[in-house]
């Protein structure tokens, strides 16, 4: 490359990066006047339409900050998603991720007595009733993760894209469940929750209006927090309780739910491990199953327990003219036409009706409209 070629690159690229640089340093003192803000502000019912503005701002203005910092070539987990669905184990450092993935999945995740020795994900497939069930094993999180303390950030909006989570908790040390929920909360990701029933639409001019308010929240802090996203013409229907930050990061697009489920590892080594599991169960409302990864004592029992977990279910293809059945993967409660479009969508507009037989079937070979909400083990016969 010529000496001329250079500087023309150079003189392109250059007003670019500090464009950038400017750009992320105003957005960060920004973001530091409102924080400063936030703090000087004392909670008095007076203010507390203010605070809610302020926070608002805030994560209004986390996100643009991120938005400005992406950038290509970074070093981010990636993973393409393949088969019926995607768990993500997740857990402190030497919890015993990667011996449990490799006697779930067959991989060959790194071992070692030591923490910090997956540094990448690792994926796996299991496959258990006919579902084909992807597996990660995630780089190990410690306290802090949710500012980046070991890479925790990355790691976790990596479990983000999973279907299902699974902690794998060191039954000598229970409490790193604690720790793992209050790390994902903090980076507004809710876990076995459901996400809120909240609907926004253009007021037309009237302002913000409140049409329906079951969130436990009063109209003032509610039309200060729409203020902060700059909603300031806003018909408003929530249908059940949230929080003041569970709001801001649903409105801040920042929010996620998943469904996850305990491993209790290392059962083998602690005599009392079921009232362990019990009392975890009890205390965070979540299926808590004791194993060992080392052993396989109780993996039957967890791969179970995923199955039911991921809320899928097993049907199958019955040909009319005595083929072999053939098994498809669908989530529970889907209806005979999803069925369908999952094989193509043209399907799905040509079908009339199906003859079903088995557990969603009142008798053998009923028939069924597309409405039909099939059930684990169903044999369906579609008829064009």
Same mark, same amino acid.
Request: charge should be positive.
């Given at each position: 490359?010529? =000496? =001329? %070629?250079?500087?023309? &690159?150079?003189?392109?690229?250059?007003?670019?990066?500090?464009?950038?640089? =400017?750009?992320?340093?105003?957005?960060?003192?920004?973001?530091?006047?409102?924080?400063? =803000?936030?703090?000087?502000?004392?909670?008095?019912?007076? *203010?507390?339409?203010?605070?809610?503005?302020?926070?608002?701002?805030?994560?209004?203005?986390?996100?643009? /900050?991120?938005?400005? +910092?992406?950038?290509?070539?970074?070093?981010?987990?990636?993973?393409?998603?393949?088969?019926?669905? *995607?768990?993500?184990?997740?857990?402190?450092?030497?919890?015993?991720?990667?011996?449990?993935?490799?006697?779930?999945?067959?991989?060959?995740?790194?071992?070692?007595?030591?923490?910090?020795?997956?540094?990448?994900?690792?994926?796996?497939?299991?496959?258990?009733?006919?579902?084909?069930?992807? @597996?990660?094993?995630?780089?190990?999180?410690?306290?802090?993760?949710?500012?980046?303390?070991?890479? +925790?950030?990355?790691?976790?909006?990596?479990?983000?894209?999973?279907?299902?989570?699974?902690?794998?908790?060191?039954?000598?040390?229970?409490?790193?469940?604690?720790?793992?929920?209050?790390? @994902?909360?903090?980076?507004?990701?809710?876990?076995? &929750?459901?996400?809120?029933?909240?609907?926004?639409?253009?007021?037309?001019?009237?302002?913000?209006? /409140?049409?329906?308010?079951?969130?436990?929240?009063?109209?003032? *802090?509610?039309?200060?927090?729409?203020?902060?996203?700059?909603?300031?013409?806003?018909?408003?229907?929530?249908?059940?309780?949230?929080?003041?930050? %569970?709001?801001?990061? @649903?409105?801040?697009?920042?929010?996620?739910?998943?469904?996850?489920?305990?491993?209790?590892?290392?059962?083998?080594?602690?005599?009392?491990?079921?009232?362990?599991?019990?009392?975890?169960?009890?205390?965070?409302?979540?299926?808590?199953?004791?194993?060992?990864?080392?052993?396989?004592?109780?993996?039957?029992?967890?791969?179970?327990?995923?199955?039911?977990?991921?809320?899928?279910?097993?049907?199958?293809?019955?040909?009319?003219?005595?083929?072999?059945?053939?098994?498809?993967?669908?989530?529970?409660?889907?209806? /005979?036409?999803?069925?369908?479009?999952?094989?193509?969508? &043209?399907?799905?507009?040509?079908?009339?009706?199906?003859?079903?037989?088995?557990?969603?079937?009142?008798?053998?070979?009923? &028939?069924?409209? *597309?409405?039909?909400?099939?059930?684990?083990?169903?044999?369906?016969?579609?008829?064009?």
């Amino acid at each position: 490359m010529s =000496e =001329e %070629e250079t500087r023309w &690159r150079s003189a392109r690229t250059e007003p670019s990066r500090n464009s950038k640089k =400017e750009e992320r340093k105003k957005l960060s003192a920004a973001l530091g006047d409102l924080q400063d =803000e936030y703090a000087k502000t004392r909670y008095n019912k007076a *203010t507390n339409k203010a605070l809610g503005m302020l926070r608002a701002k805030i994560a209004r203005a986390k996100r643009g /900050l991120e938005a400005v +910092g992406k950038r290509k070539g970074g070093t981010g987990f990636f993973v393409k998603k393949s088969g019926d669905a *995607t768990v993500a184990l997740v857990g402190f450092p030497s919890a015993g991720k990667s011996t449990l993935i490799n006697r779930l999945a067959n991989t060959d995740s790194k071992i070692a007595a030591y923490a910090f020795t997956t540094t990448s994900v690792v994926p796996g497939m299991m496959e258990y009733k006919n579902a084909r069930i992807q @597996l990660f094993d995630l780089p190990g999180i410690i306290e802090g993760a949710h500012i980046g303390a070991g890479g +925790g950030r990355t790691v976790l909006s990596a479990a983000k894209m999973a279907d299902l989570l699974v902690f794998v908790i060191d039954a000598i040390a229970p409490g790193q469940l604690g720790i793992i929920l209050d790390e @994902l909360g903090k980076l507004s990701i809710f876990v076995n &929750r459901v996400r809120p029933d909240i609907q926004v639409q253009d007021s037309r001019g009237r302002g913000f209006v /409140l049409e329906i308010n079951d969130s436990g929240l009063d109209k003032r *802090t509610l039309e200060a927090i729409f203020a902060g996203f700059n909603l300031f013409n806003s018909a408003v229907r929530i249908r059940q309780r949230v929080s003041e930050d %569970e709001l801001i990061a @649903l409105l801040g697009g920042r929010s996620c739910y998943l469904s996850a489920i305990v491993a209790l590892n290392k059962a083998d080594v602690v005599g009392g491990y079921a009232g362990v599991a019990s009392a975890l169960s009890r205390h965070f409302s979540m299926d808590v199953i004791p194993v060992s990864a080392m052993t396989g004592f109780n993996s039957g029992v967890l791969v179970e327990g995923i199955y039911k977990k991921l809320g899928i279910i097993t049907v199958y293809l019955q040909p009319k003219d005595g083929a072999p059945r053939s098994p498809i993967i669908v989530k529970k409660g889907s209806t /005979l036409l999803t069925l369908a479009n999952k094989i193509h969508s &043209r399907l799905g507009e040509e079908v009339r009706y199906a003859y079903v037989d088995g557990p969603s079937a009142k008798f053998r070979n009923q &028939r069924v409209s *597309t409405a039909h909400v099939l059930q684990d083990g169903d044999a369906v016969t579609f008829k064009l």
